[in-house]
T-cell receptor, first 109, second 114 residues
Framework: GQNIDQPTEMTATEGAIVQINCTYQ??????LFWYQQHAGEAPTFLSY????GLEEKGRFSSFLSRSKGYSYLLLKELQMKDSASYLC??????????FGPGTRLSVLP | ETGVTQTPRHLVMGMTNKKSLKCEQH?????MYWYKQSAKKPLELMFV???????ENNSVPSRFSPECPNSSHLFLHLHTLQPEDSALYLC?????????????FGPGTRLTVT
């Protein structure tokens, strides 16, 4: 089976940096997805990590440690539009796709 | 525009009604998915189709019946639902059902069962 854990809610200030953690235990693992979901909208793809380490993509970076079953999403220079839920999803080779519970991020002025 | 459309966007139905949700993808993908998203619960995978063949059914009650007539269209037929089935139903597609394939989601159908 799979067990995925994320903080339920986080709050940060505009312009700040925030780190959203995800821990997971899965029976099979190829990589890890991060998706963003604004309230009332569909999830959209942010990143996919296969190798250990940090991958940077503009203001968003994603980190993976395969041995620790741990990932985080790092958001820099926060903007109000970054207020959304962030979902991590371990990839079991494209099978048994399971999303984490999501972290709802509120960015305050 | 994500290339995945869903209709209707909102649906209210009684427990004795029969209705269908429709999903269409214009991306040439081979895999399609139905998800349920309830308030304060994780996104739950319901059904997976790969090349029009159902490959996964995550113990979903029989009152939900999927249909995939071709690789571009996916339906979810609903009958005798319960109030706890009220949720956002999301359709998604991916190029294939393979490692690393990102999923493209439709806007969802907000279902209310009265």
């Amino acid at each position: 089976g799979q067990n995925i854990d994320q903080p339920t809610e986080m709050t940060a200030t505009e312009g700040a940096i925030v780190q959203i953690n995800c821990t997971y235990q899965t029976s099979g693992f190829n990589g890890l997805f991060w998706y963003q979901q604004h309230a009332g909208e569909a999830p959209t793809f942010l990143s996919y990590n296969v190798l250990d380490g940090l991958e940077e993509k503009g203001r968003f970076s994603s980190f993976l440690s395969r041995s620790k079953g741990y990932s985080y999403l790092l958001l820099k220079e926060l903007q109000m539009k970054d207020s959304a839920s962030y979902l991590c999803a371990p990839d079991n080779y494209g099978q048994n796709f399971v999303f984490g519970p999501g972290t709802r991020l509120s960015v305050l002025p | 525009e994500t290339g995945v459309t869903q209709t209707p966007r909102h649906l209210v139905m009684g427990m004795t009604n029969k209705k269908s949700l429709k999903c269409e993808q214009h991306l040439g993908h081979n895999a399609m998915y139905w998800y349920k998203q309830s308030a304060k619960k994780p996104l739950e995978l319901m059904f997976v189709y790969s090349l029009e063949e159902r490959v996964e059914n995550n113990s979903v009650p029989s009152r939900f019946s999927p249909e995939c007539p071709n690789s571009s269209h996916l339906f979810l037929h609903l009958h005798t639902l319960q109030p706890e089935d009220s949720a956002l139903y999301l359709c998604a597609s991916s190029q294939d059902r393979a490692p690393g394939e990102e999923q493209y989601f439709g806007p969802g159908t907000r279902l209310t069962v009265t």
